[in-house]
């Protein structure tokens, strides 16, 4: 009996900001925080998640009761940690290709490096441009 492999998703900030915070993706992005699998997150997604729930802690947009919450919910969610480098040799061609912020294409680099060995990996957004990005580079997406 073959097994399948589990299925393994890459979680962009959008992404996961969808499942700390209540917005018109988080019912999707819950369900998918639930599947078994592999979920993965980048020290970069981490980084921007950490600046935007600092902000809104600053700024006193949220309740500082919520910030600590979602930053429970981000230190003990499913994710597994992911200290990966986008492939150098890929960013400036991928760069010419699609029209991406930075940190959008290095979210791109970084998920396209890691298909090399996980062929199965898809990527979760809820970024526009990043997911047709994404789709055009043949990534599989939520």
């Not at 925080?33 to 979920?39: T, W």
């Not at 990966?84 to 294409?105: C, F, N, V």
Request: charged share 25%; with cysteine; hydrophobic share 45%.
């Amino acid at each position: 009996m073959d097994r399948q492999p589990e299925p393994v998703v890459y979680w962009d900030s959008s992404a996961l900001l969808s499942v700390l915070f209540q917005d018109a993706h988080s019912p999707n992005a819950v369900k998918w925080s639930q599947k078994p699998g592999i979920h993965l997150i980048s020290s970069l997604a981490f980084v921007e998640v950490c600046a935007v729930l600092a902000r809104l802690k600053r700024e006193r947009l949220v309740a500082d009761v919520l910030v600590s919450a979602a930053y429970e919910s981000l230190e003990h969610g499913p994710w597994r940690s992911l200290l990966i480098q986008p492939e150098r040799k890929r960013i400036k061609p991928l760069a010419a290709r699609r029209s991406l912020r930075g940190a959008d294409l290095w979210h791109l680099g970084a998920v396209l490096t890691l298909q090399e060995q996980l062929p199965e990996i898809k990527i979760l957004t809820y970024d526009l441009r990043l997911k047709k990005a994404a789709q055009a580079e043949h990534v599989s997406l939520n």
